[in-house]
């Protein structure tokens, strides 16, 4: 996947600890997401960024946080987790209008402890 | 980028047969539904997509099928191969200009057996 990236692939952190999880895409597209991939609910959106703007914040809690400073970076900080948010956290992006093929990173695999 | 303990239906083929997959969506106004394939340790990948003013659709070795009377939609795989093997999701959305909100199903995963 040259074409999203994500860092780390696996982090394993404490419910105490703050840490933040990284998504460039070289696509030269204007929308990104952040979705969480779990157990539970397989494939959730959490957030919608289009042209550095945030379009959509899913009921997503507070302890997930996340950044925009270009079109090509996304950031998603994290604090005081909980074990429940242990999941796959996967980027996404696409063209902003008439480009609903999203393209998708390798995800983050977040172990909370 | 494998789905993560998911317990998800499972569809177990022999190499060479046609697989078909199905998916109920939500949303009777949804515009737009694509179907992905999740291989292990990667993340979705777009396969094929239809809108909404269609009932079929071919690509290459794959065809879907949708039928808006009951929700329906339908990915078809002729000739199934074992690097077909995968968790495919069905996917909808809305035309929305600023940035396309989808909404995934469940997912099915595919096993083929050589």
């Known amino acids: 996947e040259t074409g999203v990236t994500q860092t780390p692939r696996h982090l394993v952190m404490g419910m105490t600890n703050k840490k933040s999880l990284k998504c460039e895409q070289h696509l030269g597209h204007n929308a990104m997401y952040w979705y969480k991939q779990s157990a539970k609910k397989p494939l959730e959106l959490m957030f919608v960024?289009?042209?550095?703007?945030?379009?959509e914040n899913n009921s997503v809690p507070s302890r997930f946080s996340p950044e925009c400073p270009n079109s090509s970076h996304l950031f998603l900080h994290l604090h005081t987790l909980q074990p429940e948010d242990s999941a796959l956290y996967l980027c996404?992006?696409?063209?902003?209008?008439?480009?609903?093929?999203?393209?998708f990173g390798p995800g983050t695999r977040l172990t909370v402890t | 980028g494998e789905s993560v303990g998911l317990h998800l239906p499972t569809l177990s083929v022999q190499e060479g047969d046609n697989s078909i997959i199905n998916c109920a969506y939500s949303n009777s106004a949804s515009d737009y539904f694509i179907w992905y394939k999740q291989e292990s340790g990667k993340g979705p990948q777009f396969i094929i997509d239809?809108?909404?003013?269609?009932d079929k659709r071919q690509g290459q070795r794959v065809t879907v099928l949708l039928n808006k009377t009951v929700k329906h939609l339908s990915l078809q795989i002729a000739a199934t191969q074992p690097g077909d093997s995968a968790v495919y999701f069905c996917?909808?959305?809305?035309?929305?200009?600023?940035?396309?909100?989808?909404?995934f199903g469940g997912g099915t995963r595919l096993m083929v057996k050589p």
């Open positions: 239809i809108r909404s003013n269609m």
């Open positions: 960024y289009n042209f550095k703007e945030q379009t």
């Open positions: 996917a909808e959305t809305l035309v929305y200009n600023a940035g396309n909100m989808l909404t």
């Open positions: 996404a992006s696409s063209q902003s209008s008439g480009g609903y093929e999203q393209y």
